[in-house]
């Protein structure tokens, strides 16, 4: 298979110098700008942009991220990263899934798990997550099963 999961909202990267370190691959400090880049595409794809969080007063912040490094990734490589919505408690709690694979050989390089809370962006503090998001979000869930 693939992806670990199937309809994965996926983004291309051509990894540059600037993203290697003094050991010759990509910098650990990349894979987690990656994984923003492609939350952010993914949320305004599906119509929750930065302005429609600000209108609204509430964004989904992140909490906690678990990343996976499984094999280094070089310059001049291509890569795809892929992003789900594995899951929406309808409260507070968002959780992504993220798989980064190198096309050349089909290898995945990094799994990682992101769970974001709502927040009030004008006090930073948690809050429910707005019934309109829960229903975007939900739209767009991918059941991960049983690990």
């Known amino acids: 298979m693939r992806w670990d999961l199937p309809n994965p909202y996926t983004l291309e990267i051509e990894v540059e110098m600037p993203a290697i370190d003094a050991f010759g691959h990509v910098n650990n400090i990349e894979y ?10 993914h949320s305004a794809s ?15 912040a992140v909490h906690r991220h678990e990343l996976d490094y499984l094999a280094p990734a070089f310059c001049g490589e291509h890569l795809e990263l892929a992003t789900w919505i594995v899951a929406c408690d309808g409260r507070l709690t968002l959780t992504r899934r993220f798989q980064l694979r190198r096309p050349a050989d089909g290898k995945t390089l990094l799994r990682a ?5 709502c927040i009030e962006l004008s006090s930073g503090r948690a809050r ?7 229903a975007i979000y939900g739209a767009a869930l991918v059941p991960e099963g049983e690990d």
């Open 32 to 41: 987690l700008r990656w994984i923003e880049a492609i939350s952010w595409q």
């Open 46 to 60: 599906l119509g929750l942009d930065l302005a429609r969080y600000r209108d609204r007063d509430r964004g989904m």
């Open 113 to 117: 798990r992101t769970r974001f809370a």
């Open 128 to 134: 429910r997550i707005p019934k309109e998001y829960i």
